[in-house]
């Protein structure tokens, strides 16, 4: 583990299950009444925005926040100097404001790479462009595990726009980690062309692969990133690939559903379906917080080579007010 957190394939299966473990220690903060920790006092933390976010921004403010540090939020956005340019002229001035750790989200695949070139401290990626989400990933094996427990030989069905979807990406590569059986179910439009080279399997049938699931992941169709027309209409799609009340039916009992956010209601999934008492979507955002202070956490939190090594010390169990 390097100090950054780039990509969810960065991580091996000890490091993600320490990051998991330290989320679960650290969410039972958000029960008492002082949700804070000293953990990063002193600490500098930038977010940097290019693309638009409602979750992932708040979360890892939130998480930065409840942890101590000082959080800068740059916009990025009306910048009308080109992207290179941009991200390497932003990086020195970070740089220059003593940033411990830099949260960015960016419209060009593998911005957060070249950035962790540019400036001394930790780099998170928030989402690069159709590549990878790692947190959210995190985030969505955390919330697994606490339903399902051990995700070993758990079935994960990643449904929709897979083609243009970072977190199906990083899903991918973290489920395998973790030793769960991925199938990404898309209309053939929608599946990356590579997608053979996955560690997962796929399929274009969603009713074929639902009753086998222990998980249902459905993804937004990504209407800014198309720049063509991926199927016939909103309708069609819906038919095929939306998951509704008839679909929900036929999973396990167990089963939960899940979905990054934000959703497209009556598209890829039914309102009836998101507001379901299977659905998890809520508990998503809520454990994204406790994730990414973990994250930040492990990344930031003192010594050299946090991830991997140590265990938690005593001050995580214990809030600054004192408060039980
Ligand atoms: C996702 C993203 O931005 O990649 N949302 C999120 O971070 N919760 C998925 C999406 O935009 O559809």
Wanted: neutral net charge; hydrophobic residues 45%.
């Amino acid at each position: 583990m390097t100090r950054h957190l780039l990509s969810a394939a960065d991580l091996s299966r000890d490091d993600a299950v320490l990051i998991l473990d330290t989320a679960t220690e650290l969410a039972r903060l958000s029960d008492r009444p002082i949700k804070k920790l000293p953990t990063l006092r002193g600490r500098t933390i930038v977010n940097l925005f290019f693309e638009d976010s409602t979750r992932t921004r708040s979360s890892f403010e939130a998480a930065a926040k409840r942890l101590s540090a000082d959080v800068i939020n740059f916009s990025a956005k009306g910048s009308s100097v080109s992207k290179g340019e941009s991200l390497k002229d932003t990086a020195l001035t970070l740089e220059a404001m003593g940033a411990d750790g830099v949260v960015i989200r960016h419209e060009a695949s593998g911005a957060p790479h070249r950035l962790a070139g540019w400036i001394k401290g930790s780099v998170v990626n928030a989402g690069d462009g159709t590549h990878e989400h790692p947190t959210q990933a995190l985030l969505d094996a955390f919330t697994m595990r606490r339903h399902l427990g051990n995700l070993d030989g758990r079935r994960v069905a990643i449904v929709g726009d897979v083609l243009h979807s970072r977190v199906a990406r990083s899903n991918v590569l973290l489920l395998r980690t973790l030793g769960a059986d991925v199938t990404v179910v898309a209309p053939p439009t929608l599946l990356p062309v590579g997608i053979d080279g996955w560690s997962c399997a796929y399929s274009y049938d969603l009713d074929a692969v639902l009753p086998k699931t222990d998980v249902v992941m459905m993804l937004r169709v990504q209407r800014e990133r198309m720049n063509a027309s991926y199927f016939p209409n909103a309708r069609e799609y819906s038919r095929r690939y939306g998951l509704d009340a008839a679909r929900m039916a036929v999973l396990p009992d167990h089963a939960i559903v899940m979905h990054p956010g934000p959703m497209n209601r009556g598209m890829e999934i039914a309102a009836e379906v998101a507001d379901s008492a299977r659905s998890v979507i809520v508990e998503q955002v809520t454990n994204g917080v406790s994730v990414r202070m973990a994250v930040l956490y492990l990344l930031l939190g003192g010594s050299e080579s946090a991830i991997g090594v140590e265990p938690l010390p005593d001050e995580l169990t214990e809030t600054e007010g004192g408060a039980a």
